[in-house]
Protein backbone atom coordinates (compact mmCIF):
# COMPACT_ATOMS: atom_id res chain seq x y z
CA UNK A 1 0.00 0.00 0.00
CA UNK A 2 1.53 3.37 -0.99
CA UNK A 3 2.50 4.99 2.09
CA UNK A 4 0.49 8.09 1.38
CA UNK A 5 -2.56 7.02 1.72
CA UNK A 6 -2.61 5.53 4.78
CA UNK A 7 -4.69 7.35 7.48
CA UNK A 8 -2.69 9.50 9.69
CA UNK A 9 0.92 9.43 7.17
CA UNK A 10 1.68 12.87 5.27
CA UNK A 11 1.46 12.48 1.58
CA UNK A 12 5.32 12.65 0.77
CA UNK A 13 5.06 16.16 -1.11
CA UNK A 14 4.15 17.13 2.48
CA UNK A 15 6.89 15.24 3.74
CA UNK A 16 9.13 16.50 1.55
CA UNK A 17 8.05 20.16 2.12
CA UNK A 18 8.38 20.06 6.11
CA UNK A 19 12.18 18.39 6.03
CA UNK A 20 13.04 21.20 3.75
CA UNK A 21 11.30 23.91 5.71
CA UNK A 22 13.08 22.60 9.14
CA UNK A 23 16.30 22.71 7.56
CA UNK A 24 16.20 25.68 6.28
CA UNK A 25 14.90 27.56 9.19
CA UNK A 26 18.14 26.38 10.66
CA UNK A 27 19.95 27.82 8.28
CA UNK A 28 18.15 30.64 8.34
CA UNK A 29 18.54 31.51 11.69
CA UNK A 30 22.19 31.31 12.02
CA UNK A 31 21.81 34.26 8.63
CA UNK A 32 19.57 36.35 10.22
CA UNK A 33 21.49 36.64 13.45
CA UNK A 34 24.36 37.03 12.33
CA UNK A 35 22.97 39.61 9.26
CA UNK A 36 21.37 41.48 12.63
CA UNK A 37 24.65 41.86 14.31
CA UNK A 38 26.20 43.25 11.27
CA UNK A 39 23.11 45.92 10.47
CA UNK A 40 23.06 46.60 14.31
CA UNK A 41 26.65 47.65 14.42
CA UNK A 42 26.85 49.69 10.98
CA UNK A 43 23.59 51.30 12.13
CA UNK A 44 25.85 52.42 15.89
CA UNK A 45 28.37 53.91 13.79
CA UNK A 46 26.84 55.24 10.24
CA UNK A 47 23.37 55.77 11.06
CA UNK A 48 23.57 59.29 10.93
CA UNK A 49 24.13 59.35 7.17
CA UNK A 50 20.22 58.06 7.09
CA UNK A 51 19.61 55.48 4.74
CA UNK A 52 18.63 52.07 5.45
CA UNK A 53 21.29 49.40 5.94
CA UNK A 54 18.88 46.66 5.91
CA UNK A 55 17.75 47.96 2.43
CA UNK A 56 21.22 47.06 0.71
CA UNK A 57 20.54 43.38 2.31
CA UNK A 58 18.29 42.41 -1.07
CA UNK A 59 21.45 41.17 -2.71
CA UNK A 60 22.83 38.70 0.27
CA UNK A 61 19.38 37.47 1.21
CA UNK A 62 19.09 36.85 -2.49
CA UNK A 63 22.22 34.81 -2.96
CA UNK A 64 21.86 33.02 0.20
CA UNK A 65 18.27 31.28 -0.86
CA UNK A 66 19.68 30.75 -4.44
CA UNK A 67 22.77 28.85 -3.01
CA UNK A 68 20.30 26.80 -0.37
CA UNK A 69 18.29 25.57 -2.88
CA UNK A 70 21.08 24.34 -5.00
CA UNK A 71 21.74 21.96 -2.42
CA UNK A 72 18.32 20.62 -2.53
CA UNK A 73 18.61 19.33 -5.28
CA UNK A 74 22.47 18.02 -5.03
CA UNK A 75 21.80 16.27 -1.84
CA UNK A 76 18.05 15.19 -1.05
CA UNK A 77 16.57 14.25 -4.54
CA UNK A 78 18.65 10.50 -4.45
CA UNK A 79 17.45 10.56 -0.61
CA UNK A 80 14.21 11.39 -1.73
CA UNK A 81 13.90 8.19 -4.63
CA UNK A 82 15.61 5.90 -2.43
CA UNK A 83 12.93 6.06 -0.19
CA UNK A 84 10.47 5.03 -2.80
CA UNK A 85 9.02 8.28 -3.67
CA UNK A 86 8.98 9.51 -6.81
CA UNK A 87 10.10 12.84 -8.29
CA UNK A 88 7.04 14.07 -8.88
CA UNK A 89 6.12 14.41 -4.95
CA UNK A 90 9.66 15.69 -4.55
CA UNK A 91 8.74 18.57 -7.40
CA UNK A 92 5.77 19.24 -5.58
CA UNK A 93 7.34 19.27 -1.99
CA UNK A 94 10.26 21.27 -3.01
CA UNK A 95 8.35 24.12 -4.39
CA UNK A 96 6.13 24.39 -1.81
CA UNK A 97 9.05 25.11 0.55
CA UNK A 98 10.74 26.93 -1.50
CA UNK A 99 7.76 29.11 -2.24
CA UNK A 100 7.45 29.40 1.37
CA UNK A 101 11.07 30.11 2.29
CA UNK A 102 11.54 32.75 -0.41
CA UNK A 103 8.36 34.91 1.31
CA UNK A 104 9.49 34.37 4.69
CA UNK A 105 12.33 35.62 4.07
CA UNK A 106 11.21 38.32 2.39
CA UNK A 107 8.42 38.84 5.42
CA UNK A 108 11.64 39.08 8.16
CA UNK A 109 13.38 41.37 5.90
CA UNK A 110 10.65 43.72 5.57
CA UNK A 111 9.86 43.55 9.66
CA UNK A 112 13.37 44.25 10.29
CA UNK A 113 13.91 47.34 7.56
CA UNK A 114 10.23 48.55 9.39
CA UNK A 115 11.93 48.15 13.01
CA UNK A 116 15.31 50.02 11.61
CA UNK A 117 13.13 52.83 10.51
CA UNK A 118 11.59 53.25 13.75
CA UNK A 119 14.63 53.33 14.99
CA UNK A 120 15.83 56.29 12.69
CA UNK A 121 12.72 58.11 14.19
CA UNK A 122 12.53 57.75 17.73
CA UNK A 123 16.86 59.38 16.89
CA UNK A 124 15.78 61.90 15.15
CA UNK A 125 17.74 60.45 12.07
CA UNK A 126 16.52 60.87 8.33
CA UNK A 127 15.37 57.16 6.51
CA UNK A 128 15.51 56.23 2.69
CA UNK A 129 15.79 52.95 1.53
CA UNK A 130 18.24 52.94 -2.03
CA UNK A 131 17.66 50.08 -3.13
CA UNK A 132 13.63 48.95 -3.76
CA UNK A 133 10.04 50.72 -4.78
CA UNK A 134 9.34 52.63 -1.87
CA UNK A 135 12.62 54.82 -0.33
CA UNK A 136 10.06 56.18 2.14
CA UNK A 137 9.85 52.27 3.53
CA UNK A 138 6.53 52.82 4.65
CA UNK A 139 4.86 50.86 1.94
CA UNK A 140 4.23 47.40 3.68
CA UNK A 141 2.53 45.46 0.26
CA UNK A 142 4.93 47.18 -2.59
CA UNK A 143 8.04 46.17 -0.25
CA UNK A 144 6.51 42.53 0.24
CA UNK A 145 6.04 42.26 -3.23
CA UNK A 146 9.39 43.55 -3.91
CA UNK A 147 11.75 42.55 -1.58
CA UNK A 148 9.92 39.11 -0.59
CA UNK A 149 8.90 38.35 -4.61
CA UNK A 150 12.49 38.92 -5.27
CA UNK A 151 13.46 36.31 -2.47
CA UNK A 152 11.12 33.40 -3.83
CA UNK A 153 12.52 34.09 -7.37
CA UNK A 154 15.78 33.30 -5.65
CA UNK A 155 14.69 30.15 -4.04
CA UNK A 156 13.33 28.73 -7.46
CA UNK A 157 16.03 29.90 -9.68
CA UNK A 158 18.38 27.84 -7.12
CA UNK A 159 16.51 24.80 -7.46
CA UNK A 160 16.31 25.25 -11.47
CA UNK A 161 20.22 25.58 -11.28
CA UNK A 162 20.76 22.59 -9.08
CA UNK A 163 18.17 20.13 -11.59
CA UNK A 164 19.94 21.16 -14.43
CA UNK A 165 23.49 20.40 -13.05
CA UNK A 166 21.72 17.24 -12.03
CA UNK A 167 20.69 16.21 -15.70
CA UNK A 168 23.69 17.20 -17.61
CA UNK A 169 27.59 17.36 -17.51
CA UNK A 170 29.18 20.32 -15.58
CA UNK A 171 30.01 22.38 -18.49
CA UNK A 172 26.48 21.92 -20.21
CA UNK A 173 25.09 23.16 -16.55
CA UNK A 174 27.25 26.59 -16.71
CA UNK A 175 26.69 27.29 -20.07
CA UNK A 176 23.40 27.14 -18.91
CA UNK A 177 23.48 29.30 -16.43
CA UNK A 178 22.52 32.65 -18.45
CA UNK A 179 19.34 31.46 -18.85
CA UNK A 180 18.95 29.67 -15.45
CA UNK A 181 19.93 32.81 -13.60
CA UNK A 182 19.18 35.59 -15.76
CA UNK A 183 15.60 35.98 -15.01
CA UNK A 184 16.89 35.97 -11.16
CA UNK A 185 19.45 38.90 -12.40
CA UNK A 186 16.47 40.94 -14.02
CA UNK A 187 14.61 40.74 -10.59
CA UNK A 188 17.00 41.81 -8.33
CA UNK A 189 17.96 44.91 -11.01
CA UNK A 190 14.13 45.65 -11.74
CA UNK A 191 13.46 47.56 -8.53
CA UNK A 192 15.67 50.47 -9.62
CA UNK A 193 18.32 52.33 -6.76
CA UNK A 194 21.60 51.44 -6.63
CA UNK A 195 21.37 47.93 -7.14
CA UNK A 196 19.15 48.31 -10.21
CA UNK A 197 21.38 51.07 -12.05
CA UNK A 198 24.73 48.79 -11.70
CA UNK A 199 22.48 45.43 -13.02
CA UNK A 200 20.21 47.00 -15.50
CA UNK A 201 21.70 50.75 -16.04
CA UNK A 202 18.09 51.72 -14.88
CA UNK A 203 16.33 50.39 -18.18
CA UNK A 204 12.64 49.28 -17.31
CA UNK A 205 13.00 49.93 -13.17
CA UNK A 206 11.03 51.28 -10.74
CA UNK A 207 7.63 50.81 -11.85
CA UNK A 208 5.54 48.57 -9.13
CA UNK A 209 3.76 47.00 -12.39
CA UNK A 210 7.01 46.53 -14.57
CA UNK A 211 8.42 44.96 -11.33
CA UNK A 212 5.47 42.78 -10.07
CA UNK A 213 5.12 41.05 -14.05
CA UNK A 214 8.75 39.89 -14.13
CA UNK A 215 8.82 38.36 -10.58
CA UNK A 216 5.90 36.77 -11.41
CA UNK A 217 7.15 35.74 -14.98
CA UNK A 218 10.47 34.93 -13.94
CA UNK A 219 8.90 32.49 -10.55
CA UNK A 220 6.29 30.97 -12.91
CA UNK A 221 8.98 30.27 -15.45
CA UNK A 222 11.60 28.71 -12.74
CA UNK A 223 8.82 26.52 -11.11
CA UNK A 224 7.80 24.89 -14.85
CA UNK A 225 11.39 24.28 -16.11
CA UNK A 226 12.30 22.81 -12.64
CA UNK A 227 9.19 20.33 -12.58
CA UNK A 228 10.17 19.53 -16.14
CA UNK A 229 13.37 18.88 -15.95
CA UNK A 230 12.97 17.27 -12.55
CA UNK A 231 10.87 14.23 -14.06
CA UNK A 232 13.16 12.20 -15.68
CA UNK A 233 16.55 13.49 -13.50
CA UNK A 234 18.96 11.06 -13.45
CA UNK A 235 19.65 9.01 -9.81
CA UNK A 236 23.45 10.08 -9.68
CA UNK A 237 26.57 12.41 -7.72
CA UNK A 238 25.80 15.87 -9.16
CA UNK A 239 27.60 16.74 -12.46
CA UNK A 240 30.95 18.41 -11.77
Avoid: K
Avoid at 11 to 25: F, Q
Avoid at 99 to 120: M, N, P, S, T
Avoid at 160 to 178: E, F, H, M, N
Wanted: aromatic share 10%; glycine share 12%.
Amino acid sequence: MNASRLPGVPSPALLTMRTELRRAAVYSAWFWVMATAVVAVATAQYAPLGFSFIGYGRQAVAWFLFSQAITLVAGSLRIHVAAGMTRRSFVRGSLGAHLVIGFAHGVVFVALLQLERLVHQAAGWSFEVHDGLDPTGTRIGVLLMDFGGSFVVASLSGLLVGIVYQRVSGWWGTLALPLTVGPLLVVLGSSGGDVGQILLGGVATGQIGVVAALVTGAALASAAAFALLSIRAPIRLPAV
